[in-house]
C-alpha cells in the first residue's frame, strides 16, 4: 500500500473522529439545560389569588404573599352569625323573633371563635342544667335545649371574644340575639315561683311590671285587684311589649297597689303573677349639704355649734350623721335635726338641717366636723375645721386700801 493511499485513510478516520466529537457536544449541553429547568419553573406552582408571580425573586413573592392570607390585619375582628338547625345538616339564620312549641328541641350554632352566651336566668338554674348543652368548636360553638319548656322564653345572644396578643376582651358590639316563645297552652305567662312579686315605685324612674307571655299572639290587659278594675294602657303613661311586660313611665301614688296582667288565647285565660307596688318618693339626686360653724376659733370653756343644712325635693327624707374630734374619747355632743318648706328662686323647696352642739369646749374638741347627708340616691360629707385656744385667766385685782 502506497503513502497516497495511507494519507487518505489517515484523513477519513481523523473527520470521523471529529463529526463524533461534535455530535457529544449538544448532547451535553442538552443533558444540562434538563437540569436546570424544573429549578427555574418551580415559581410557576406558586401563584397567590389568581396573580402571575414573576420568576426574578420567588423567596421574596412567597413571603410577602403568604403572611396576608394566614395572619389577619389588626383591624379585621371576628364575626359571629347566629343560626339554628331544622334538621341534619341544615341550618336557617334566626330572625329577631322566633316561635317555638314546648318540648321542641333548640339547636342554635354561633359561627365563631371563643364564643360567650347569654340565655333566659331559668336555664341557669342547677336541676335544669343538664337541659341545656353548650359545646365549643374551632370555630363555632353550639346550644342545645332539650325538652324546652314555656319558662324558656326569652333572649338568646351570643358574641365573640377579640383577642390581640395576650389582651381578650368582650365583642358586644357583634352581638347575634333572636328572642324565642316557647308556646304552652297550660302556660300563657313565663312561670315564676312568687305568687307576690313586691315592686317600688320610683318617681324619676320607670317601672316594669314583667309579666312575659308564652305565644306574641295573646292578648294582654292590666288589671287592679282592689278595687276591681281594668286599667288603662294609652302607650303614653302606660304601654306594653311584648317581649318585656308593661311599663310604667311616670309613677305616680295613684299607681300604687295590686296589679296583675290577664293573657287571653283562643278564649283560653290565665292571670299572672301579682304585683304589689309601693309608691316611693325617690329623690333625683343625692343631697348636697352646706356647713358652717358659729366660729372659726374660740377659747376652751366657750360653747359652739356646727350646722349642716340642706335643700331638696319636697317630702324626700334626709339623713344625718357626723363625725368630729371629741368622738374618739366618747365626747357626747347634742344634735337637734328640723325640717321647713321654703320658698328659693320662685321654687319651694324642702330645708333639713341638723345642728350640732358643743358645750364648754375642750383642747380634745379642737378638729375637723364632718357633716354627712344622705338619701336614696346616696351621701354626700362636708367638713370644716374649728380650733380651741387655750383659755387665759383673768387678771386677779388689787385690794383698796
Known amino acids: 500500500m502506497n503513502s497516497k493511499v495511507l494519507t487518505v485513510l489517515s484523513g477519513c478516520l481523523l473527520l470521523f473522529v471529529w463529526a463524533e466529537c461534535q455530535k457529544e457536544k449538544p448532547t451535553t449541553t442538552t443533558a444540562r439545560r434538563v437540569m436546570k429547568e424544573p429549578k427555574a419553573s418551580e415559581p410557576k406552582f406558586s401563584t397567590m389569588a389568581?396573580?402571575?408571580?414573576?420568576?426574578?425573586?420567588?423567596?421574596?413573592?412567597?413571603?410577602?404573599?403568604v403572611k396576608p392570607s394566614v395572619v389577619p390585619s389588626q383591624g379585621q375582628q371576628p364575626v359571629s352569625t347566629l343560626t339554628r338547625a331544622v334538621a341534619k345538616g341544615q341550618f336557617q339564620k334566626v330572625p329577631n323573633t322566633l316561635v317555638l312549641t314546648a318540648g321542641?328541641?333548640?339547636d342554635l350554632r354561633c359561627k365563631g371563635k371563643a364564643i360567650k352566651?347569654?340565655?333566659?336566668?331559668?336555664l341557669e338554674d342547677d336541676d335544669v342544667e343538664r337541659r341545656l348543652r353548650?359545646?365549643?368548636?374551632?370555630?363555632?360553638?353550639?346550644?342545645?335545649?332539650?325538652?324546652?319548656?314555656?319558662?324558656?322564653?326569652?333572649?338568646?345572644?351570643?358574641?365573640?371574644?377579640?383577642?390581640h396578643d395576650s389582651e381578650c376582651r368582650h365583642g358586644e358590639d357583634k352581638l347575634s340575639k333572636t328572642f324565642i316563645f316557647f308556646k304552652d297552652p297550660q302556660e300563657l305567662f313565663v312561670p315564676t315561683e312568687d305568687y307576690y312579686e313586691v315592686i317600688q315605685l320610683r318617681t324619676n324612674h320607670p317601672t316594669l311590671l314583667p309579666c312575659q307571655v308564652?305565644?306574641?299572639?295573646?292578648?294582654?290587659?292590666?288589671?287592679?285587684?282592689?278595687?276591681?278594675?281594668?286599667?288603662?294602657?294609652?302607650?303614653?303613661?302606660i304601654s306594653y311589649?311584648?317581649?318585656?311586660?308593661?311599663?310604667?313611665?311616670?309613677?305616680?301614688?295613684?299607681?300604687?297597689?295590686?296589679?296583675?296582667?290577664m293573657a287571653n288565647v283562643g278564649g283560653v285565660r290565665q292571670i299572672s303573677t301579682k304585683y304589689m307596688l309601693i309608691y316611693v318618693n325617690y329623690p333625683s339626686s343625692a343631697p348636697k349639704p352646706a356647713i358652717r360653724a358659729s366660729v372659726a376659733s374660740l377659747q376652751a370653756g366657750d360653747n359652739f355649734n356646727v350646722t349642716c343644712t340642706v335643700f331638696g325635693e319636697p317630702e324626700i327624707a334626709v339623713d344625718f350623721s357626723w363625725e368630729y374630734p371629741g368622738q374618739q374619747i366618747g365626747r357626747p355632743p347634742y344634735v337637734r335635726e328640723r325640717t321647713a318648706m321654703v320658698r328659693r328662686g320662685g321654687q319651694v323647696q324642702q330645708e333639713s338641717e341638723s345642728i350640732l352642739y358643743i358645750d364648754e369646749a375642750r383642747a380634745v374638741d379642737d378638729g375637723l366636723y364632718s357633716c354627712i347627708a344622705?338619701?336614696?340616691?346616696?351621701?354626700?360629707?362636708?367638713s370644716t375645721r374649728v380650733h380651741v385656744l387655750p383659755s387665759t385667766l383673768a387678771p386677779k385685782k388689787a385690794k383698796a386700801g
Open 214 to 237: 308564652t305565644n306574641p299572639l295573646a292578648k294582654v290587659t292590666l288589671h287592679r285587684e282592689f278595687p276591681p278594675e281594668k286599667v288603662v294602657v294609652d302607650g303614653i303613661d
Open 117 to 122: 352566651w347569654r340565655y333566659p336566668p331559668y
Open 134 to 163: 353548650i359545646k365549643h368548636f374551632e370555630r363555632h360553638s353550639q346550644l342545645i335545649v332539650v325538652n324546652s319548656t314555656a319558662a324558656d322564653t326569652g333572649e338568646y345572644s351570643c358574641w365573640s371574644f377579640h383577642c
Open 104 to 106: 321542641e328541641t333548640l
Open 374 to 382: 344622705g338619701n336614696l340616691q346616696g351621701s354626700t360629707t362636708v
Open 50 to 65: 389568581g396573580k402571575k408571580v414573576k420568576q426574578g425573586a420567588p423567596k421574596l413573592r412567597n413571603k410577602g404573599q
Open 241 to 261: 311589649d311584648v317581649k318585656r311586660g308593661f311599663t310604667i313611665h311616670q309613677p305616680q301614688p295613684s299607681h300604687a297597689g295590686s296589679l296583675f296582667c
